[in-house]
Antibody
Framework: EVQLLESGGGLVQPGGSLRLSCAAS????????MNWVRQAPGKGLEWVSSISGSGLSTYYADSVKGRFTISRDNSKNTLSLQMNSLRAEDTAVYYC????????????WGRGTLVTVSS | EIVLTQSPATLSLSPGERATLSCRASQSVSSYLAWYQQKPGQAPRLLIYDASNRATGIPPRFSGSGSGTDFTLTISSLEPEDFAVYYCQQRSNWRLTFGGGTKVEIK
């Protein structure tokens, strides 16, 4: 079955760190760029970061640049998001999403993992 | 950064009615625009890509149109399962942006 499964969310204090993972199955993971998209409670969708299929190119929203790092391990079909210096405004459900080849539309989504930043 | 503005914020309609949702870009995105549907507690689902192409498994009552800065998602006859929030999305300069969403609710 083609699917994405996120893990690693939880409660963390402001200034803390968390590492999210996304396990991919059912497709050739290395052939696809991948996105992280988040959604704060009751709010809309916000793009966080993208990574090329090879992992050589990475991109970040201004709101997370310098604090978050996206990476991938194509041998393990796993996407990761290392989140440091977390703030209350980072509280959200984080989705990993597969990107289509040309324009990086999100054609496959995981169920999401909730990150709560609070003291 | 290209900003996407969706209207209306909320659309109150009855099953069987036609829904017309708008997405306006702050500058041209050519035809490189997607639409997503999100139901409560679920991840978004890709409906339309490249402005007018239905994604795999999307029923024909969903259609997209437009190019440049003005785009429309039309649901020809609302089914009960279509009441949800809809987002448009584009990519430019290696960043994605989403519109604020339109909630289609039961009248």
């Amino acid at each position: 079955e083609v699917q994405l499964l996120e893990s690693g969310g939880g409660l963390v204090q402001p200034g803390g760190s968390l590492r999210l993972s996304c396990a991919a199955s059912g497709f050739t993971f290395s052939s696809y760029a991948m996105n992280w998209v988040r959604q704060a409670p009751g709010k809309g969708l916000e793009w966080v970061s993208s990574i090329s299929g090879s992992g050589l190119s990475t991109y970040y929203a201004d709101s997370v640049k310098g604090r978050f790092t996206i990476s991938r391990d194509n041998s393990k079909n796993t996407l990761s998001l290392q989140m440091n210096s977390l703030r209350a405004e980072d509280t959200a459900v984080y989705y990993c999403a597969r990107a289509t080849s040309l324009h990086w539309y999100c054609d496959l989504w995981g169920r999401g993992t909730l990150v709560t930043v609070s003291s | 950064e290209i900003v996407l503005t969706q209207s209306p914020a909320t659309l109150s309609l009855s099953p069987g009615e036609r829904a017309t949702l708008s997405c306006r870009a702050s500058q041209s995105v050519s035809s490189y625009l997607a639409w997503y549907q999100q139901k409560p507690g679920q991840a978004p689902r890709l409906l339309i890509y490249d402005a007018s192409n239905r994604a795999t498994g999307i029923p024909p009552r969903f259609s997209g149109s437009g190019s440049g800065t003005d785009f429309t998602l039309t649901i020809s006859s609302l089914e009960p399962e279509d009441f949800a929030v809809y987002y448009c999305q584009q990519r430019s300069n290696w960043r994605l942006t989403f519109g604020g969403g339109t909630k289609v609710e039961i009248k």
